[in-house]
């Protein structure tokens, strides 16, 4: 080796700087370990470019991303090996590049916001409220029972003993009936169902049914002007009956009031 260097030419290279201590294995050739005058001493001259304060910087935010990426792991139960692996991935990752803390910044306002994996109280607290399903159920309670509707089924029954009665009468005896101008028993029906549609829808107005804001008003307001209506007339003879409409009118004033005093109206 020491003739090799003795026999360069020029300048002794043995005067010359090798390249660092970077061994070679299998005795390959040294040639592979010099490098040029120029670069041994640009390495000499070059230095870091990082600062003591961001050095530390640095090591307290792996260190703090490390450790939250551990807490995040072990609390998420039940969650895969490969998503583990994911989350450990986002959670370590630090700033963007070109980033750095200010002088009053700290690990932890660094720290990357570290995404939330659903749970069930979190779930829970997504769904509708219980005023939200009520909400629900009172919109669509009124649009199935509006005061039309409510009015036919109050008034049903009448309806119902109508069409039975149009079913046992024989032809020739409607015929009759219509030829001597006399009110049969299943045109007595047919007046006494349209009476009780007339009289129910001017009865809901008193209730203010249209401004209702609950079931239960709804079903409650209805079954009172059932009642009320169910008690006073049994045909369309008494409805025409002067002394039992004023009763009827008074006994549903009484309903609405205690209707209102339920309800604080």
């Known amino acids: 080796m020491g003739l090799f260097w003795g026999s360069s030419k020029g300048s002794s290279y043995s005067d010359q700087r090798q390249a660092p201590a970077a061994s070679t294995t299998g005795g390959g050739d040294n040639s592979d370990n010099i490098i040029s005058e120029d670069?041994?001493?640009?390495?000499e001259t070059r230095e870091s470019q990082l600062s003591n304060r961001e050095f530390k910087a640095l090591l307290r935010r792996q260190s703090a991303n490390a450790e939250a990426s551990k807490q995040a792991v072990e609390s998420s139960n039940g969650v895969t090996g490969e998503e583990n692996d994911f989350l450990s991935m986002i959670q370590a990752k630090g700033p963007q590049a070109g980033t750095e803390l200010s002088a009053g910044e700290t690990a932890a306002q660094a720290q990357?916001?570290?995404?939330?994996l659903p749970t069930v109280i979190s779930t829970a607290n997504?769904?509708?409220?219980?005023?939200?399903?009520?909400n629900f159920e009172f919109d669509k309670y009124r649009r199935e029972n509006d005061e039309k509707e409510v009015v036919l089924t109050n008034c049903s029954e009448i309806q119902h003993a109508f069409y039975d009665c149009l079913g046992r009468q024989k032809?020739?005896?409607?015929?009759?009936?219509?030829?001597?101008?006399?009110?049969?028993?299943?045109?007595?029906?047919?007046?006494?169902?349209?009476?009780?549609t007339e009289i129910q829808k001017k009865a809901f107005l008193t209730f203010d049914y249209a401004t209702l804001e609950t079931v239960d008003e709804m079903k409650v307001a209805s079954r009172k002007v059932d009642k009320v209506f169910s008690n006073a007339f049994h045909s369309v003879d008494e409805i025409r009956d002067k002394e039992k409409y004023m009763n009827y009118t008074k006994e549903l004033r009484r309903e609405r009031e205690d209707f209102y005093a339920k309800f604080n109206k």
């Open 39 to 43: 670069l041994a001493q640009y390495l």
């Open 126 to 134: 997504s769904m509708k409220k219980p005023k939200e399903y009520q």
């Open 171 to 196: 032809i020739w005896e409607r015929v009759t009936a219509v030829a001597r101008l006399d009110s049969d028993e299943c045109t007595k029906l047919a007046d006494f169902f349209m009476a009780c």
């Open 112 to 116: 990357v916001e570290i995404p939330k």
